[in-house]
């Protein structure tokens, strides 16, 4: 009776308070189980955890991520999220095309405006308007927008054949420079042509981007050819081409441009692959012709001696050098002021061409100077992308014969302002008072942008934002309701 009157006692509802008065007796009898008995069933053991931590509330470690539960983020993970993500920038199709474009353009406004200030007392100096020789700057910088334009939406082909007719009539006009009565000489050097008004012409500074085009069509062809194996054909005839130049440019006197050319020649065959006694015996040959060059003139030896010098000296020949620096080192952190420099009255020769940098440090400060120098790594940084993402021979020798070009003359230029060179008398890319200069510089940018564009990740991106294009691509990713959906 006993037995069925348990039974049915187990059927009625009775397991409930067996079940409490078990929970509330299992952390002692585990605790007892623990030290003398046997082990305690699994069923026994698994309550009395469950008693146990039910009177108090579990710890759970504390942690800084964004949900408040798992391991503690290290510190360094937002500074690595941020690497990351500027990777990840760094690397998209579109960034040399942008850095390019942009520094480019920086450049050349800033420079508009660092022309308009710098030049405006030596303007009244010679009895013209204040705005004289910013209005001829202004000129050319639309010209030259216009030749960016039109040589960043030029195809390959058509650069590849502009390169030997530019180069003809580059050698003809800087002939026709040597001619007496149609030469000009202006700081004594015979390297102008005279076009009528205020206008000039330098002909040499077309024929940096006459030598790289043509060269770079000319290591094109030999390369798919494979010819550029052999010496003969790595030299013959760029190097004879590239002396012929330099030797019409030393005509008149102008070592600067002739040192850019220089460095123009030995970038290109650094790129072809010249071999490095080859490439060495180029160097020794041309550091002896510079040696003699300037050995046997009074004013580039006396330019030589400038370098690191404190005081103008005795006859005044490191004027120029010396007060570069003081016009550096009185601008301070953000400079005096825009329009406020004390150099450019009379102190400081050529203050909007050669030395605009040091007028530019003067006005705007170490943040202005630093700000330049930043642009021209971008754009040096871009253009060098360029020439090494491509797998055409002459957009490789073209891109990479360029960017030599504005990162060589931009840190001749800046060196000789800071005293670490010697005063080559060539302008700052870009930035400089000067037609002849910006003119071809603007059209070079522009053939990198189209080279920047002819990569085929970059002309995928570029096609994707087309309106069109995007257009259909949204339709295709949005899905179809169905027609009873709202």
């Given at each position: 009776?006993?037995?069925?009157?348990?039974?049915?006692?187990?059927?009625?509802?009775?397991?409930?308070?067996?079940?409490?008065?078990?929970?509330?007796?299992?952390?002692?009898?585990?605790?007892?189980?623990?030290?003398?008995?046997?082990?305690?069933?699994?069923?026994?053991?698994?309550?009395?955890?469950?008693?146990?931590?039910?009177?108090?509330?579990?710890?759970?470690?504390?942690?800084?991520?964004?949900?408040?539960?798992?391991?503690?983020?290290?510190?360094?993970?937002?500074?690595?999220?941020?690497?990351?993500?500027?990777?990840?920038?760094?690397?998209?199709?579109?960034?040399?095309?942008?850095?390019?474009?942009?520094?480019?353009?920086?450049?050349?406004?800033?420079?508009?405006?660092?022309?308009?200030?710098?030049?405006?007392?030596?303007?009244?100096?010679?009895?013209?308007?204040?705005?004289?020789?910013?209005?001829?700057?202004?000129?050319?910088?639309?010209?030259?927008?216009?030749?960016?334009?039109?040589?960043?939406?030029?195809?390959?082909?058509?650069?590849?054949?502009?390169?030997?007719?530019?180069?003809?009539?580059?050698?003809?006009?800087?002939?026709?420079?040597?001619?007496?009565?149609?030469?000009?000489?202006?700081?004594?050097?015979?390297?102008?042509?005279?076009?009528?008004?205020?206008?000039?012409?330098?002909?040499?500074?077309?024929?940096?981007?006459?030598?790289?085009?043509?060269?770079?069509?000319?290591l094109a062809r030999k390369q798919d050819k494979r010819l550029l194996t052999q010496w003969k054909h790595m030299l013959v005839p760029l190097v004879p081409v590239a002396f012929m130049l330099l030797g019409l440019i030393m005509l008149g006197g102008d070592?600067?441009?002739?040192?850019?050319?220089?460095?123009?020649?030995?970038?290109?065959?650094?790129?072809?692959?010249?071999?490095?006694?080859?490439?060495?015996?180029?160097?020794?040959?041309?550091?002896?012709?510079?040696?003699?060059?300037?050995?046997?003139?009074?004013?580039?030896?006396?330019?030589?001696?400038?370098?690191?010098?404190?005081?103008?000296?005795?006859?005044?020949?490191?004027?120029?050098?010396?007060?570069?620096?003081?016009?550096?080192?009185?601008?301070?952190?953000?400079?005096s002021g825009l329009g406020a420099s004390v150099e450019k009255w009379g102190q400081l020769p050529e203050p909007h061409t050669d030395f605009i940098f040091a007028i530019t440090g003067e006005e705007l400060g170490l943040a202005g100077t630093l700000s330049?120098?930043?642009?021209?790594?971008?754009?040096?940084?871009?253009?060098?992308?360029?020439?090494?993402?491509?797998?055409?021979?002459?957009?490789?020798?073209?891109?990479?014969?360029?960017?030599?070009?504005?990162?060589?003359?931009?840190?001749?230029?800046?060196?000789?302002?800071?005293?670490?060179?010697?005063?080559?008398?060539?302008?700052?890319?870009?930035?400089?008072?000067?037609?002849?200069?910006?003119?071809?510089?603007?059209?070079?940018?522009?053939?990198?942008?189209?080279?920047?564009?002819?990569?085929?990740?970059?002309?995928?991106?570029?096609?994707?934002?087309?309106?069109?294009?995007?257009?259909?691509?949204?339709?295709?990713?949005?899905?179809?309701?169905?027609?009873g959906e709202r």
């Amino acid at each position: 009776m006993r037995a069925d009157e348990s039974s049915a006692a187990r059927g009625t509802g009775r397991p409930q308070a067996t079940a409490a008065s078990s929970r509330a007796l299992a952390p002692p009898l585990l605790a007892s189980a623990r030290l003398v008995g046997p082990p305690a069933p699994a069923g026994l053991a698994l309550r009395g955890r469950l008693a146990a931590g039910a009177g108090r509330r579990p710890s759970v470690p504390r942690s800084r991520g964004h949900d408040g539960f798992g391991p503690r983020a290290p510190r360094s993970s937002g500074v690595r999220r941020m690497y990351e993500q500027a990777r990840r920038a760094w690397d998209r199709p579109l960034t040399a095309y942008y850095l390019i474009l942009g520094a480019g353009l920086l450049i050349t406004v800033l420079g508009l405006v660092m022309v308009y200030s710098a030049s405006m007392i030596k303007a009244l100096e010679l009895d013209k308007p204040g705005t004289y020789f910013f209005r001829k700057q202004f000129l050319a910088a639309v010209i030259g927008s216009a030749l960016l334009v039109i040589a960043s939406r030029m195809p390959v082909k058509l650069h590849r054949a502009l390169a030997y007719p530019l180069l003809m009539g580059t050698v003809f006009l800087m002939v026709l420079v040597q001619v007496p009565g149609i030469g000009m000489s202006v700081n004594g050097n015979q390297n102008w042509l005279y076009l009528g008004g205020p206008f000039q012409l330098q002909p040499s500074e077309f024929g940096k981007l006459a030598l790289i085009l043509w060269s770079a069509d000319l290591l094109a062809r030999k390369q798919d050819k494979r010819l550029l194996t052999q010496w003969k054909h790595m030299l013959v005839p760029l190097v004879p081409v590239a002396f012929m130049l330099l030797g019409l440019i030393m005509l008149g006197g102008d070592m600067g441009t002739a040192i850019i050319l220089t460095a123009i020649l030995f970038g290109l065959l650094w790129l072809a692959g010249a071999p490095t006694r080859l490439f060495a015996g180029v160097l020794a040959v041309a550091g002896v012709l510079a040696f003699l060059l300037i050995k046997t003139s009074p004013n580039r030896m006396s330019r030589l001696s400038c370098m690191g010098v404190s005081e103008p000296g005795p006859d005044g020949s490191c004027w120029q050098a010396v007060h570069g620096i003081y016009a550096l080192a009185s601008g301070g952190w953000f400079g005096s002021g825009l329009g406020a420099s004390v150099e450019k009255w009379g102190q400081l020769p050529e203050p909007h061409t050669d030395f605009i940098f040091a007028i530019t440090g003067e006005e705007l400060g170490l943040a202005g100077t630093l700000s330049v120098l930043a642009l021209f790594a971008a754009l040096g940084y871009a253009g060098i992308r360029v020439a090494g993402r491509t797998e055409d021979p002459f957009v490789r020798y073209a891109a990479g014969g360029v960017t030599t070009w504005i990162t060589v003359q931009a840190v001749i230029n800046i060196g000789a302002v800071l005293g670490l060179l010697p005063i080559a008398g060539v302008p700052l890319p870009l930035f400089s008072y000067g037609g002849s200069a910006l003119l071809p510089t603007m059209f070079a940018v522009g053939l990198l942008i189209a080279f920047a564009r002819e990569e085929p990740a970059a002309k995928a991106a570029l096609a994707m934002r087309r309106p069109g294009v995007r257009w259909k691509t949204m339709r295709r990713r949005v899905k179809k309701r169905p027609s009873g959906e709202r």
